[in-house]
């Protein structure tokens, strides 16, 4: 298969674990034989201080031009901590996913056995969890209008939504559950707002559509409770913009580290493929940003493109490279010297060599060679 993608690094350390991404995609190409051709285009942050915008028109027409797009992060501490900047590198982001039609973002949520130990939930609780959650991307308080008053003390954010815009998303999250454990759980606050009372109206609609998937419903409230006490109850997770932005980034915490979580944000014609970390300034440049994130989000772009058998040699990679410990230092206390480039090296390696011995392969990666 030939596939033009176009790879937006960004701030941070985006570009330091999209570089290990492209590398494990590039040793996929060689060993299936396929042909893939990376583009690169700059947003957030780093598109502002060359062009004054965070989603130069250049970075959008190539987005525009390829068939799928690998994100690495965004964001600067210089505009967090400026409430006054008019231009933001979030907006860049913002407006691809508009511009872009990018309405469902899938975000997978794994307890690997091999790091049980590692997240600060105890191993009872979260062994087995395998949640994925549909976040519907381009509605909601985001987006709506807003405004400030003139003298900067009143300011509102509308939180709209459509049928429409509910109706998509609720598509993909069923006929995702269906081959999955047949559940949907509907994250809103139909207590309180009437955007999550529409929300329950349409979900309840097109449930009956599908007579094989059980339909929950959960206040958000509650659910970010649930997702700690007993995140085993969960197979597919349902939710609006804002609502679903908030419960992924805590459900990352059950697999130890956030640097673990894929995500792909697809729409009618066009498909992007991020980790969903930040940009995490604090780290950019020493070589120890987990790039295990970015490396599972070029596996959900294999699969988007039904390559699913590549797809699934990437994930048998990262749980090897999980099971010998070859990590960066989020995850490996024991070996610190682990860098960002070493994991994606092990990975790659894995690759070309899926048959080799445990051992040998975490002699070699440790700088241990067994060869003499």
């Known amino acids: 298969m030939k596939l033009k993608i176009a790879v937006l690094p960004g701030d941070g350390i985006g570009p330091e674990v999209t570089k290990e991404a492209i590398k494990v995609l590039k040793a996929i190409a060689q060993e299936f034989d396929h042909s893939f051709q990376f583009k690169y285009a700059s947003v957030g942050a780093v598109a502002i201080e060359k062009f004054n915008d965070p989603l130069p028109k250049k970075t959008l027409d190539l987005c525009k031009s390829t068939d799928a797009i690998l994100f690495g992060a965004i964001g600067d501490p210089r505009f967090d901590n400026d409430p006054s900047a008019k231009i933001r590198p979030e907006q860049g982001l913002l407006r691809l996913r508009k511009a872009l039609g990018l309405f469902a973002n899938v975000r997978p949520v794994k307890a690997y ?33 807003k405004t400030l008053s003139d003298d900067g003390n009143h300011a509102t954010d509308l ?9 998509r998303v609720t598509h993909l999250a069923f006929k995702a559950a269906q081959s ?20 329950r109206k349409v979900v309840t609609e097109i449930a009956a559509e599908y007579k094989d998937v059980k339909l929950e419903f959960l206040f958000v409230d509650n659910a970010a409770m649930q997702i700690i006490l007993n995140p085993k109850q969960f197979d597919v997770i349902l939710t609006e913009n804002m609502f679903g932005d908030i419960i992924s980034d805590e459900a990352s915490v059950i697999g130890g580290s956030i640097g673990l979580l894929a995500s792909a944000s697809v729409g009618e ?59 960066t230092p989020d995850l490996n206390t024991k ?17 070309n060599n899926p048959k080799d011995n445990n051992m040998n392969f975490a002699n070699i990666h440790l700088g241990q060679s067994t060869i003499i």
């Open 113 to 145: 056995d091999t790091l049980l130990a590692k997240s600060p939930l105890k191993r009872d609780i979260i062994k087995g969890t395998d949640i994925c959650i549909y976040r519907e991307l381009t509605g909601g308080i985001y987006f709506g209008e």
């Open 159 to 167: 939180c709209d939504y459509t049928r429409e815009e509910i109706e």
């Open 180 to 199: 999955r454990k047949q559940k949907v759980t509907l994250v809103d606050k139909a207590n309180v707002l009437e955007t999550s009372r529409l929300w």
């Open 269 to 327: 014609k066009y498909a992007m493929f991020e980790p969903i970390h930040g940009s995490y300034p604090q780290a950019k440049n020493l070589g120890i940003a987990n790039p295990i994130a970015s490396i599972l989000s070029a596996a959900m772009l294999l699969d988007h493109f039904k390559l699913f058998e590549e797809a699934e040699l990437i994930r048998e990679g990262v749980e090897r490279s999980l099971k010998l410990n070859i990590t």
């Open 335 to 351: 070996y610190e010297h682990i860098s960002t480039s070493k994991v994606g090296d092990f990975i790659e390696d894995f690759i």
